[in-house]
């Protein structure tokens, strides 16, 4: 069975950098891809970026373009999203997510296994 743990959240200060990490267990050749989500209070959950298993396509928000990276680690039971330049509107629950669509994109409605999310939160 897929299981996904989010870790690395923290209280971070604008400008500064974090670096999650989504742990992923039972991962199957059902599965597409991997994306990271958020939600800030009163908003609706967005796609951040996402991660094509096979072929390593990448998608991101264009909020966060040229500021976040996604990547696979060499074991590929981990995937990572490093953040940097983080601004305040940044502050959110971070969410990884497994899909079994073959598009892997940005669209929370294709995405089935949700870890528990992990904080963060930006700000002086």
């Known amino acids: 069975q897929l299981q996904l743990v989010e870790s690395g959240g923290d209280l971070v200060q604008p400008g500064s950098s974090l670096r999650l990490a989504c742990s992923v267990t039972?991962?199957?050749?059902?599965?597409?891809?991997i994306g990271w989500f958020r939600q800030a209070p009163g908003k609706e959950r967005e796609g951040v970026a996402s991660?094509?298993?096979?072929?390593?396509?990448?998608r991101y928000a264009d909020s966060v373009k040229g500021r976040f990276t996604i990547s696979r680690g060499n074991a590929e039971d981990t995937v990572y999203l490093q953040m940097n330049n983080l601004e305040s509107d940044d502050t959110a629950v971070y969410y990884c997510a497994a899909t079994r669509s073959s598009l892997a994109n940005l669209n929370d409605l294709h995405y089935g296994t949700w870890g528990q999310g992990t904080q963060v939160t930006v700000s002086v």
């Open positions: 991660m094509r298993w096979i072929g390593g396509r990448i």
């Open positions: 039972g991962f199957t050749s059902d599965y597409y891809g």
